[in-house]
């Protein structure tokens, strides 16, 4: 089992920047990809930004292209998004995911994003 343990969320000003981490502990591989969902409310659960363990590619959605970043450190299990130039619709819910194709899959508990305008 694994376990996912985000953080850096918070409450910010609009234009404003954050960093979530998410740190994987457990019976954890190293063949992950790793990647960032978030969730407003009344709205359904949506994709952010992957960064793939083969290759290490990396792919954002279009609303924030230029505005975030997905990284990680494989010594620490660690995957971090760095939100800069927030707006208030981003406010959301975030959670962390990672999967190994095939094999096992897992969510972190989230953690909450706060735009102000």
């Known amino acids: 089992q694994v376990q996912l343990v985000e953080s850096g969320g918070g409450l910010v000003q609009a234009g404003g920047s954050l960093r979530l981490s998410c740190a994987a502990s457990?019976?954890?591989?190293?063949?992950?990809?790793m990647a960032w969902y978030r969730q407003a409310p009344g709205k359904e659960r949506e994709f952010v930004a992957v960064?793939?363990?083969?290759?290490?590619?990396?792919y954002y959605a279009d609303s924030v292209k230029g505005r975030f970043t997905i990284s990680k450190d494989n010594a620490k299990n660690t995957v971090y998004l760095q939100m800069n130039s927030l707006r208030p619709e981003n406010t959301a819910i975030y959670y962390c995911?990672?999967?190994?194709?095939?094999?096992?899959?897992?969510w972190g508990q989230g953690t909450q994003v706060t735009v102000s305008s």
């Open positions: 995911y990672v999967k190994r194709a095939g094999v096992e899959e897992y």
């Open positions: 457990g019976r954890t591989h190293s063949s992950y990809d």
């Open positions: 960064i793939w363990w083969s290759g290490g590619g990396i």
